[in-house]
């Protein structure tokens, strides 16, 4: 399901992702008095009400250009006008009004999204006197915040659910179909294998890196099962990114990844799997959401008869994550292999969706412990009486047991091991959580 996205706008220094920071619950931007300092991903997610929310820090771009403040303001523009649902404009109480304030004033208004007016850095309600001056944008009522010192974010967020609360937000895709996202570092076939498998130019193809601007998507159906197809932005290294078309597309990447059920992930057979497709495949299992890792352009390979059973040993040395997921070779410009990845997706979407009854965890418990019994720690005996899966989107196993607390992380691992043994979640990463019992 699509979530309401909220932007954080405004001019440098004023808060913004200090506010993300809060709103967040967590440090996910980098926070300093120095101004343009944000780099870390701009992307997250928070709950309020019962009701999940996208944010995005648009503090995240700082442009090379001389011209830093007219690219800054038409970076926010863009991604107001395209990815908002609600805007939240930041100003700083202790600034007088700038050109940048009231230009970007007149964009949110040119808009006609829902916004709403923040006056951060205000401690004291005393102090809201002070800010008179802002009303000189012609912007509705503000509310007075201390990002900081949390003073009224309270009452932000309750704006923020009301404002959103009657706002429809569609769902991107239909409950029964299968969100297949491509995605990959730039130039490593995303758009070539999307037009295979459509067996039509949808997008467009170059050789040049970061072409695919922003993602596409088109539908197919395979065998009975209904696909809706994501052609992504290419991720590359953030110190890659120098113009803000290229960090807005990086922003609508992260979205879909959130989006989707699956995300197909290709990497270059010749150059190999690096740093930075780890920190992707990070992201989409921290996410839960299904993976499938394609190794693409293997007619370029000097191949023997074990290469391919080699180069997977050699992926899941660098990233044993991996063991449990699975690895496609093909060659997109041969068509080779290519349609492998909706009959894989198929079979990664069941396994998503699979519930195993509580007895039959239960005897698989007991086979498991009279195996290798959990090790004793601090003295004590620990002791898992049960497990159950609960009702999820994703599949999470919760053990009940004397000492949650003490169980170790080798043991966690060995039972997260069995279950993938035992019950084939392939593609799947599952969750496990250990409660008292």
Known sequence: MKLPVISILGKPNVGKSTLFNRLLGKRKSIVSPTKGVTRDRIYGTFNWLDKDYSLIDTGGYIPKSRDIIDRQV??????????SDLILFVVDSKDDLSASDRILSEIILKTNKPYIFVVNKVDKKAQEENCYHFFELGLSEPVYISAQEGRQVGLLLDLIHKKLLDKEIN????????????????????SSLMNKILDEEKSIVTNIAG???????????????????IDTAGLRKKSKIDDALEFYSTVRTSRVIEECNIAAILIDAKKGFHAQDKNIINDIIDRGKGLILIVNKWDLIDKQNDTMNLYK???????????????LFMS?????KVRKVLEVGMKVSQNLNKRIKTNELNNFLKKVINSYPPPSVKGKDINIKYMSQLKSNKPLFVFFTSYPELIPESYKRYLKNQIYENFDFEGVAIKLTFKRK
């Open 211 to 229: 072409t695919t601007r922003d993602s596409v998507d088109s539908y197919v159906k395979y065998f009975g099962n209904n696909f809706r197809l």
């Open 332 to 336: 997109v410009k041969h068509n080779l």
């Open 74 to 83: 038409n970076f926010q523009a863009e991604i107001a006008k395209e990815s």
């Open 171 to 190: 769902n991107l895709y239909n409950d029964n179909h299968i969100s297949l996202a491509i995605i990959g570092m730039p130039n490593v076939g995303k």
């Open 313 to 327: 040993e050699d992926i899941i040395y660098e990233y044993p994550n991996l063991q449990y997921f699975p690895i």
